[in-house]
């Protein structure tokens, strides 16, 4: 079965600076999705960036970039130039391919930024 | 953009009551699913429906039900709400089919339920 690791419960980053959130997975499937998903104190999770396994290429949005380490099984996310709207509960998640509908969560990793 | 409305924002119910969270999507997604998020838990899988009235048992289904009679509206039912329910409860919706966008997870702002 797959497993998905956040292993930083909390992190803080200064304003304008940058910062890695972790993720690392468990699978035995060549194929699949990775997302992070972010969750503000609104409660609503939205969606920030997502890659596909088969594409070496790091998925990038913004000020928002992936290092995707397939061999490794890393997924970390990276924030460039913080700001204060950026605090959230981060969320990595696992999607197969093909077949099951399940999406994988980690425990998620809480981002404070600092004025 | 897609719309996924939670009728409640925060509910607080009595142990033994039979509580209904509503779930609406409003841009014809297939699957539907319903997440119970605890902290250092991350989000776990109670229900999933990919049709109307299919419904799939997710990780801890034990306590809930769900029903799916149209295919905008996905509801989850507790039939006799327990202390140990007390959680916050998110609804989502996805297209069916391949492909990165099509798969990506969209979220209601979540029901916060207290059980007393």
């Known amino acids: 079965a797959q497993t998905v690791t956040q292993s930083q419960p909390e992190m803080s980053v200064q304003e304008a600076e940058t910062v890695t959130l972790s993720c690392t997975y468990d699978?035995?499937?060549?194929?699949?999705?990775l997302f992070w998903y972010k969750q503000p104190p609104s409660r609503q999770m939205i969606l920030v960036i997502r890659?596909?396994?088969?594409?070496?290429q790091n998925a990038t949005e913004n000020r928002f970039s992936v290092n995707f380490q397939k061999a490794a099984k890393s997924f970390s996310l990276k924030i460039s130039d913080s700001q204060l709207g950026d605090a959230a509960m981060y969320f990595c998640?696992?999607?197969?391919?093909?077949?099951?509908?399940?999406?994988?969560f980690g425990t998620g990793t809480r981002l404070k930024v600092l004025a | 953009d897609v719309k996924v409305t939670q009728s409640s924002r925060y509910l607080v119910k009595r142990t033994g009551e039979k509580v209904f969270l509503e779930c609406v999507q409003d841009?014809?997604?297939?699957?539907m699913f319903w997440y119970r998020q605890d902290p250092g838990l991350g989000l776990r899988l109670i229900y999933f429906s990919y049709d109307v009235k299919m419904k799939e048992k997710g990780d801890i289904p034990e306590g809930y039900s769900v029903s799916r009679e149209k295919k905008e509206r996905f509801s989850l039912i507790l039939e006799s709400a327990s202390t140990n329910q007390t959680s916050m409860y998110l609804c989502a919706s996805s297209l069916f089919g391949a492909g990165l966008r099509i798969l990506a997870l969209h979220f209601g702002n979540g029901t916060r339920l207290t059980v007393t």
């Open positions: 998640a696992y999607r197969s391919y093909t077949g099951t509908y399940k999406y994988i």
């Open positions: 890659q596909e396994a088969y594409k070496q």
């Open positions: 699978t035995s499937e060549s194929d699949y999705y």
């Open positions: 841009m014809d997604h297939e699957n």
